[in-house]
Each structure stands twice: as C-alpha cells, then as structure tokens.
Antibody, heavy 121, light 106 residues
C-alpha cells in the first residue's frame, strides 16, 4: 500500500534551517509528483511548492522563493524539504503529499503524517 | 494569486442531516477544485477532485458540484464519522491555495 512517512519533529532557533524528509513506498516513486503543504493555526493550509520526481523540476510559491529547496533521492524514494532563515511564523506542521495521478497536478491522494517544526529562541 | 472563500466557517448539524458547504474563488478556475476532510491530528483526506469526481473509497453520500467560481460540497446524510473540518483547494494555477476551512460540529 502507498505510504509517505515523514521525519520527526524539530525544534529550531530563528535563523536556522530545517530539512524534512518524506519516504515513499508502495508505488513507483518517479511516476508521481510530490508537493509540500504546511499548516499553521493562523494561516490554515498553505501550499509551498511541488517537485516533479522524474525530471527534478520544481515550482515554489513566491512567498517561499529564496528560502526553500525541494529535492529528491530516487535511490531511496525520499523527498526532502529544506527551509532556511527560519522565523517564528514558520512554526507549523509540514506535510508532503502525492499527486493523485501521474498526469494530475495539485490534487493529493496520499499524505505524510506531518512533521511539526517549532521555531523558538 | 487566487483567493478562496469558504462558507460557513463553522456549522452545527445532526446525524442524518443534509449539509452543504460552499467555496468561491476570486477568478474562474474551470473545474479545478478539490475538497478535503481533516480530523484533528491527521493529514487531510481527498474527498472530491475536479469539482465533482469522487475519490476512490469515499462514501457516496459525499458529492461536489460547480464550475467557474462557485462550488459546493454536499453530504447527503451526515454520519458520526463526518464531523471534521472541510477544506476546498484550487489546482488551476500555482500557488494552489486552500480555503480557510469549515468546521462541522454536532
């Protein structure tokens, strides 16, 4: 069965970086895109960007441009989200999510369990 | 960026009720509208994609309709497990924005 398993919670200081992993199993990793969505109490669900596994193409939300990098390791079927220059308002649960279909973009049928990132001095 | 407006933000209902949640977008998105259900501490779950297609495994009491800028999610007969928060999301253009959510309560 399809699973996306994310890395554990992180506590970071302002200005630091965080890298969250999302290990996929149960399907051909390169056939589907992965997106990252975060959830904060104040802002709700917020789309951060996607990565097309087969060619590594990325599309980041303008809000995160310059601070975010999405990558993959196809040898381990793992996607990564790195967010730099962390601020307190980056405190959120970060989710990876898989495109529903190899030809669909933006609708997500499988999600990771979420990774809580706390940014605090 | 496309703005999403969901209404109501919260809704009280009873088991067996018919419930409708609406979502309005700031520009025409054709039918690129999805609905998710989220329970506390869990990831969102896809219910409806491209406005009216039922995701595999989702009960038939869930349905979606609409196109352009106005969309609805209907639950025909509420079950106890349906009490959750519901989000609409547009997948017409990036950034793929979400509505603010509708909390469905008993």
């Amino acid at each position: 069965q399809v699973q996306l398993v994310q890395s554990g919670a992180e506590v970071k200081k302002p200005g630091a970086s965080v890298k969250v992993s999302c290990k996929a199993s149960g399907y051909t990793f390169t056939n589907y895109g992965i997106s990252w969505v975060r959830q904060t109490p104040g802002q709700g669900l917020e789309w951060m960007g996607w990565i097309r596994i087969y060619n590594g193409n990325t599309n980041y939300a303008q809000k995160f441009q310059g601070r975010v990098t999405m990558t993959t390791d196809t040898s381990t079927s793992t996607a990564y989200l790195e967010l730099r220059s962390l601020r307190s308002d980056d405190t959120a649960v970060y989710y990876c999510a898989r495109d529903r279909d190899s030809g669909s973009y933006g609708d997500y049928d499988y999600w990771g369990q979420g990774t809580l990132v706390i940014v605090s001095s | 960026d496309i703005q999403m407006t969901q209404s109501p933000s919260s809704l009280s209902a009873s088991v067996g009720d018919r419930v409708t949640i609406t979502c309005r977008t700031s520009q025409n998105i054709n039918n690129f509208l999805n609905w998710y259900q989220q329970k506390p501490g869990k990831a969102p779950k896809l219910l409806i994609y491209v406005a009216s297609s039922l995701q595999s495994g989702v009960p038939l009491r869930f349905s979606g309709s609409g196109s352009g800028t106005d969309f609805t999610l209907t639950i025909s007969s509420l079950q106890p497990e349906d009490f959750a928060t519901y989000y609409c999301q547009q997948s017409y253009s990036t950034p793929y924005s979400f509505g603010q959510g509708t909390k469905l309560e008993i």
